[in-house]
């Protein structure tokens, strides 16, 4: 009968058989779709593999790779546990599953946040045979100190009749360069894998035109929240034929038209119909997307429906809102601080970018007239309600012009555009007027119509 070996044992590797291990581990199908559990194993296995350090703390994870401030209440927020918790378990699955033929395991002891290295259990066949992994206990794995390796070199030369001063004197310089070369080489992985990482997790910091734009909402350690649009509220302006107030949308005081006596039961069917569902437009959200993408990890990084957001939200948060005034009533609050903005005709069904100051050869109007085959949209970047807090328009004449739109604002190219336009140091406030040219619904060119830039 094959028998077990009993237990595992905690188990000792040098630091490029760690890596080696934890880098398989994170890149694998397990992990490789969650990306704030690659970077919590990558950060307590760093953590770990330091032999200096006794512990790791809760509020250091919460605030190294959660984002969260240093004297945050643990009490209050367990999102570093529930991580913990959830990173358990994928780590004995994939050591279970994809990891199986791993003569090593990983675990986290519960209790604490280092990773322990265990010779895994396995089976004794009809001949006693059993892969032998087993090494020196140790209490924490660490990376091993250098120095030892050489004193162990020299203790072992001299046992098998080895010359020691000869190891001090001509031996010593040579393994103390080699080990400092490791080191060394060692150290730069670390540094380019943990950047390789940043830069799939963060790419906004991948060149410095994305990095000048929007550090100023990821790396202002203040909640971002993105607004997608309603279009339901736009099909009832379409129904009533008139526009309706955010007040009233926020109060469904619109809700009471229903009952008009100049309202046809077929209307009032159909605004039954519409007003009990909370739709959205895909090119609003392909804008979203776009946005998401470029910091996967921010974990102050929010969405939400136009229905669901709150006064309270858009005054304490830096905001990105997405489509038309027409779609997303939040845009309203901004009409005072933009000189572009999508406008919605519910009588005439059209849309258009109002000019309020038209400059010299610029249009008051620009819209499309029997042309799918073109859109516009307007980029705004404008003080938010509270200092040091920013907001985002980003709206096109259809969700086709909106999706260019946030294509544009979140490529390099784009912002390098806007940025000729607005020489400074730093971004100021500006209005960007777009123009889109698309062919079968994809967009091929867009381009800076007009702009306006303000001072911070």
């Not at 009993?6 to 397990?30: G, H, M, T």
């Not at 032998?132 to 206990?137: G, H, I, Q, V």
């Not at 400092?180 to 830069?199: G, K, P």
């Amino acid at each position: 009968m094959p028998t077990m070996v009993p237990a595992p044992q905690q188990f000792e590797l040098d630091s490029d058989a760690s890596w080696e291990l934890l880098l398989r581990v994170v890149n694998s199908n397990e992990l490789k779709r969650s990306l704030r559990l690659r970077e919590l194993l990558l950060y307590l296995g760093k953590r770990s593999l330091k032999s200096n350090i006794p512990s790791i703390r809760e509020q250091e994870i919460g605030s190294s790779v959660f984002g969260r401030p240093e004297d945050y209440d643990t009490g209050i927020d367990n999102i570093v546990r529930v991580n913990v918790s959830e990173l358990r378990k994928r780590l004995a699955h994939y050591f279970q599953d994809e990891g199986a033929a791993e003569s090593i395991i990983i675990e986290i002891p519960r209790g604490g946040y280092f990773l322990v290295f265990l010779c895994r259990s396995v089976e004794i066949g009809s001949k006693g045979q059993e892969h032998d992994c087993t090494a020196e206990l140790v209490t924490n794995v660490h990376v091993p100190d250098p120095q030892m390796r050489i004193e162990q070199e020299i203790v072992s030369a001299s046992l098998q009749g080895d010359v020691v001063p000869q190891i001090a004197g001509r031996g010593l310089p040579w393994i103390l360069g080699t080990a400092l070369i490791l080191a060394m080489s060692a150290f730069i992985f670390m540094v380019w894998q943990n950047h390789t990482l940043r830069l799939q997790l963060q790419p906004w910091h991948a060149d410095s035109n994305r990095a000048a734009f929007w550090s100023q909402f990821f790396a202002s350690g203040q909640e971002v929240d993105i607004v997608t649009a309603d279009t339901s509220y736009a099909i009832a302006e379409d129904l009533l034929q008139r526009p309706i107030s955010l007040d009233d949308y926020l109060d469904y005081k619109y809700k009471s038209d229903v009952s008009l006596p100049d309202i046809t039961a077929q209307t009032r069917d159909a605004l039954h119909l519409v007003l009990d569902r909370n739709t959205g437009s895909v090119g609003d959200f392909e804008a979203a997307e776009r946005i998401m993408q470029l910091d996967a990890y921010f974990p102050l990084l929010k969405l939400a429906s136009a229905r669901s957001y709150t006064a309270q939200s858009i005054k304490d948060n830096n905001v990105i809102l997405i489509g038309g005034r027409a779609s997303n009533p939040w845009e309203e609050l901004y009409r005072d601080r933009m000189n572009f903005s999508v406008e919605y005709d519910p009588l005439l069904h059209r849309s258009y970018v109002l000019n309020r100051s038209p400059s010299e050869g610029e249009q008051h109007i620009y819209e499309i007239v029997q042309n799918p085959d073109r859109a516009y949209s307007v980029v705004a970047f404008v003080p938010n309600f509270s200092n040091h807090r920013y907001a985002l328009i980003i709206a096109g004449t259809d969700s086709q012009g909106t999706r260019a739109a946030g294509e544009f604002i979140t490529s390099s190219e784009g912002l390098a555009a806007i940025r000729q336009r607005l020489p400074a140091d730093r971004y100021p406030y500006f209005e960007v007027l777009l123009s889109s040219s698309r062919l079968e619904g994809t967009t091929l060119h867009t381009v800076i119509q007009t702009s306006r830039g303000y001072a911070h």
